[in-house]
């Protein structure tokens, strides 16, 4: 034996002896490499296509089943924001106003995936400010709002837990332990006419969604605008 080099010995049939803790790290990097190449299949869906009059030849398209189902996702998300739209224009034909502010009502539940949604609007003759339609629990939203609070709301917003609960339907947002309240006028800033207030249990992304009640605020204001006038 030559000075610090270790010499390994060799079984009956001449393989090289290995000592366990060697073994033990050998057999580990093995399982290691086998479960490597035994990864969990990805589940597709198989399309055969025959490829000229014949049928001598066809083409296999194979497309992978999560890609399909996120395309039915958004081709059922496009139609709800067609069916939405279709019943914003119906509410311009309703006599009544509280009947046309329900049908946006509803359009907009599908629109923004809130839970609660409420129209507020201002009393013509006495100019408070009183809850019409909503949907979800009575006691989510407040039945009349300070005057003072429109001002405070004057533009589109979105209040979340953490931030300060300026008016009453922050606070009244607070109390209910929701995720998220929000809100946007209805009329002009000179002229006011009320306010949409939506809010759930899981917090939206905040662009897209200011962005709906923008487009929700409009129809609401052109409807009431009309019967305003009639």
């Not at 999560?66 to 509410?91: D, G, K, V």
């Not at 009183?130 to 405070?152: K, M, Q, T, Y």
């Not at 609960?165 to 009320?194: D, I, N, V, W």
């Amino acid at each position: 034996m030559h000075g610090g080099e270790q010499v390994r010995g060799a079984d009956e049939h001449g393989n090289e002896r290995r000592q366990p803790g060697e073994q033990a790290d050998q057999q580990e990097k093995a399982d290691q490499r086998l479960a490597g190449d035994h990864q969990p299949a990805e589940q597709v869906r198989a399309s055969l296509y025959s490829l000229g009059s014949d049928g001598k030849y066809a083409a296999l398209i194979l497309k992978p089943v999560r890609e399909i189902l996120l395309q039915e996702r958004e081709r059922q998300h496009h139609l709800q924001m067609l069916e939405s739209i279709e019943l914003m224009h119906r509410a311009a034909d309703e006599e009544d106003l509280t009947d046309a502010l329900r049908l946006i009502l509803e359009a907009s539940q599908t629109l923004t995936g809130a839970s609660y949604l409420c129209f507020y609007e201002i009393d013509e003759v006495n100019g408070k400010v009183g809850r019409v339609v909503w949907s979800g629990p009575n006691d989510i939203f407040p039945e009349r709002l300070p005057a003072h609070d429109l001002h405070s709301l004057r533009t589109p917003q979105l209040w979340t837990p953490g931030k300060r609960s300026q008016t009453e339907l922050q606070r009244a947002a607070r109390s209910a332990r929701l995720a998220y309240l929000a809100t946007s006028p209805l009329g002009k800033s000179s002229a006011p006419l009320g306010l949409l207030a939506v809010a759930g249990e899981s917090a939206p992304l905040p662009e897209p969604l200011l962005n709906q009640l923008r487009l929700i605020s409009s129809a609401a204001t052109a409807v009431i605008e009309q019967h305003h006038r009639l």
